[in-house]
């Protein structure tokens, strides 16, 4: 266990740590009816190997700096290779990942945290138990929420694809679910995914940025809404994702840029608000 100071000196760490608490605060609003309570959780990759996650049983709207904590990620990596472990085994890893032992226990999913902060592009992590997306996670529809885009901007923010996980006890079995569902999407896309779908359970969103991640989870939620809905009226009424991705290249805002940024890691900057 280590005991060097684990607050955020470095002036890159503590705008870091900030964007991650405001990403908390948006992501817990209950007005969003994202999460309630003690769900959710979310994470920031840090300078020097390190990562900063939400504390176990904190609450995201009202997280401060002292309900994160932070962890090396190696050791949280390293233990995805190990075909099981017990309960006692886990807390003891958590315990033993911190940055200082005096921080609070990290979130039981710390695991797939650091592992999804290891991929290209990947500064920041939100889990969410969304409303919306979940009565479709829970549903037997959900595997065609993973792969049925059905309009254009939901392709942009969400990518063409999203990972799906079948439902896996939470801890290092969901965290290995996780991994080889987003190498499988890797090698079929060559990117890293910007949603994963965990069934009976929630969401994942990966970006850059914060604004990347709440940018794709309010898209994943709003998606679900309209899903539902088509659902509900008698079907969905969709032209294909590969129509919708092919008309993408050459959509231009009212500015005249380019708004397409499939293939691309998501920028917060080019996200079309439209
Ligand atoms: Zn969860």
Redo the contacts with the bound molecule.
Sequence with gaps: MMTEDASPTDRTDRATVAALLDLSHQLGDSCRSLCILG???TSALLEGGRLAVKASGSILDQLQLGDLTWCYQQPLVQALDQETMTDTQMHDLLKSSQVSSEAKKPSI?TVFHAWLLTLPGVGFVG?T?CLAANQILCSPRGKDFATQRLFPDEVVVCGRSSVWVPYTD?GLPLAKAIREGVQQHMQEEGLPPKLVL?QN??IIALGATSEAVLAITLMAEKAAAIFVGAAALGGLSSCGPNKLIALLPGRMNTSGNSVCILGNPLQATEIPYE
């Design positions: 769900e959710g959780n999913e889990h138990h939470p965990l359970h929630g």
